[in-house]
């Protein structure tokens, strides 16, 4: 039977449970970094838009003296140091 074809008909899948609060669990979430989605981010512009995860890194005052968390920062480095 030619053009007679028709897509098989798909079950729809049970919802699937976001991967986030099983991560979190395992210490790798995005909520267990303590430089994530601080209230003081403000998107570096200067960076591709798909950086914007609100990571500190990609904040337009990290590492500046307009930064608000510098201290913390500081003290991040600081515990890398040689003992």
């Known amino acids: ?4 074809f028709q897509p ?3 079950r729809h899948r049970a919802a699937v449970r976001p991967l986030v609060p099983i991560l979190e669990k395992l ?3 995005p ?3 303590p430089f994530v989605n601080r209230p003081c981010y403000e998107f570096n512009a200067q ?3 798909t950086a ?3 990571r500190c890194v ?3 005052h990290y590492l500046t003296p307009r930064c608000p968390e ?3 920062f500081l003290d991040d480095v600081d515990d890398l140091g040689p003992e």
Do not use: V, Y
């Open 1 to 4: 039977m030619k053009g007679s």
């Open 8 to 10: 098989p008909a798909h």
């Open 27 to 29: 210490g790798e979430g």
């Open 31 to 33: 909520n267990t970094d």
């Open 47 to 49: 960076l591709r838009s």
């Open 52 to 54: 914007n995860d609100r």
């Open 58 to 60: 990609h904040c337009r």
């Open 70 to 72: 510098i201290d913390e």
